[in-house]
């Protein structure tokens, strides 16, 4: 079923509101040429949406103390369906694994099947979205404010957080459009839509998926675009001397720069992302986690005691705000805001897989929490814990990662600055993407929208990077969370399909019907191919 994208004339005026907030970058810009201070601008932007982000950010995160300890309740809303789902499908986080592995390595792979792109180069695609700075940085305020024992209970919320890729990135393949060209439309707003239609909802159905999309194109433009060339800035001139850097100041030329670099890549569509995120990917995490891992057999001796500390500190923390519940909260909110799973992001990408079968790429999808939180983050909190280095004041953040991965491997800030500007561009790409199709459902597939999404990203690639928006990046993060709101209620309710899904694809194996290369069926089996 094709859904009519939202009336034409609804489209002038909201890209004209978007350009209008490019405007101050644009003359942020001629104004660093001039010599001109930038403060002002920022400070206008900042004071003109301050306001209406504090009380967005204040609903979305809001908090509620539990024995000492304030507990956001979109993480309890994240945390509890990924446990539900984990129940509802048996655990198959842990029985699909070992098939997720054999998928992703090409086993049942069909290149005539429906699609664009192959289970390995959409996994990468999504990873590119997931793993970031929250990895690096997030993981060290985690350490910090909830000591060693928050580490246990971001890997139970990461392995938890599997079966929410699960559910949602087989709704995507199920309810996906395959466009006359060839290219594939998916994602919660298809599977919001289509899918609660068919349950007589259809009403409830489009406005979730509205909501969800909207969402989607601000996040993608702040948490996905403006934060990461952000903080990719920041990390640049950092270590090629401070205030004495030859772009200090001059934001808008590393802006410039990526925004080029981001516009050659995007501008060939999910084909041309994956060609980059399946070669960047494994290179950024390889390198991040390699690093890593030579800090811990350094430090092999004290591997034991890391590891005492982790177990002692997540059921009997000491000196952390609340106590057991404490540490558990940072452990949970580590994973939840890391990995993504509920928020629906990743279900775009895993949309455009080359598969007649959509439960397939949900077993792949669960991959993603366990590599993006059970090991990258995983090793960043087992450096710093291993170094000792959590307890060090002044410093969090990627500052506090730098420290302990520095304090054995003298040279290693200029790897993280090289894997912080590897994770942001990649990170960019991939919400170029979801920002793209949450912009096309809501305005029609066709050049103009497409081209003009394309551009504002890239533009907003340059504010980011020259101006210091903290109200619009919290803004953004805000519609990001945002976005599981409407994507959780959905996958409670089409939960059943995906079920029915799973129980047709697990009969189709048994009896040979499907079979991986190599493998002749059962006698007397049906075979598809």
């Not at 405007?23 to 002002?40: F, I, R, V, Y």
């Not at 990895?135 to 000591?147: D, E, R, W």
């Not at 170094?387 to 969090?396: F, Q, S």
């Amino acid at each position: 079923m094709t859904r009519p994208p939202l009336p034409r004339a609804l489209f002038p005026p909201v890209f004209a509101a978007l350009v209008a907030a490019a405007g101050p970058a644009a003359a942020q810009t001629t104004a660093d040429l001039a010599g001109a201070p930038e403060l002002g601008i920022d400070a206008r932007v900042n004071a003109a949406i301050g306001p209406v982000a504090d009380v967005f950010a204040g609903i979305i995160f809001y908090s509620v103390p539990v024995m000492g300890a304030d507990l956001p309740l979109i993480v309890v809303w994240l945390i509890t369906a990924a446990l539900f789902f984990t129940v509802y499908f048996g655990f198959i986080n842990f029985r699909g694994f070992g098939h997720a592995l054999r998928l992703v390595r090409g086993d049942y792979e069909d290149p005539n099947d429906r699609g664009e792109v192959s289970h390995f180069q959409a996994l990468t695609a999504a990873l590119s979205g997931t793993v970031g700075l929250g990895n690096i940085a997030g993981v060290a305020i985690a350490v910090s404010l909830g000591g060693p024992g928050a580490t246990f209970w971001m890997i139970l919320a990461g392995l938890l957080g599997m079966t929410s890729k699960f559910t949602e990135c087989t709704l995507g393949v199920k309810y996906r459009r395959v466009n006359a060209d060839g290219t594939v439309s998916g994602g919660p707003m298809y599977y919001l839509s289509q899918g609660l239609a068919e349950r007589g909802m259809g009403g409830l159905g489009r406005f979730l998926a509205v909501f969800f999309a909207i969402m989607c194109v601000g996040g993608s433009l702040g948490g996905g675009n403006m934060f990461q060339i952000n903080q990719a800035f920041q990390q640049f001139v950092n270590v090629t001397g401070g205030d004495a850097s030859p772009l200090a100041g001059r934001g808008w030329i590393f802006g410039l720069i990526a925004a080029v670099l981001v516009g050659i890549v995007i501008i060939g569509g999910i084909r041309s992302i994956v060609r980059v995120t399946e070669k960047v990917v494994p290179f950024m995490c390889g390198l991040y986690v390699l690093a890593g891992l030579i800090i811990i057999l350094v430090h092999w001796a004290e591997i034991p005691a890391a590891f005492g500390a982790i177990i002692t500190g997540a059921f009997s923390p000491e000196g952390v705000a609340g106590g057991f519940v404490g540490v558990l909260i940072q452990g949970f909110r580590r994973a939840a805001f890391s990995n993504e799973a509920g928020i629906g992001s990743a279900a775009i990408a895993h949309s455009a897989v080359r598969t007649k079968e959509p439960v397939t790429e949900g077993y792949v999808a669960l991959l993603e929490p366990f590599v993006d939180t059970v090991i990258v983050c995983t090793v960043t909190a087992l450096v710093i814990v291993i170094t000792g280095t959590y307890g060090t004041p002044d410093a969090d953040g990627v500052s506090l990662t730098s420290q302990a991965f520095g304090s054995t491997i003298g040279w290693f800030p200029y790897v993280l600055a090289v894997a912080v500007i590897l994770f942001a561009f990649s990170t960019m790409i991939s919400w170029s993407y979801y920002g793209l199709k949450s912009w096309t459902y809501l305005f029609g597939e066709t050049r103009a929208a497409d081209v003009s999404f394309k551009l504002l990203f890239c533009v907003f690639v340059v504010i980011g990077s020259s101006l210091q928006l903290g109200a619009v990046v919290d803004f953004s993060d805000a519609m990001i969370f945002a976005m599981s709101l409407p994507n959780l209620v959905g996958l409670y309710l089409l939960a059943p399909v995906v079920r029915r899904e799973l129980a047709n694809y697990r009969a189709k194996l048994r009896s040979g019907e499907i079979r991986a290369h190599g493998h002749a069926p059962p006698a007397g089996a049906a075979v598809r191919r």
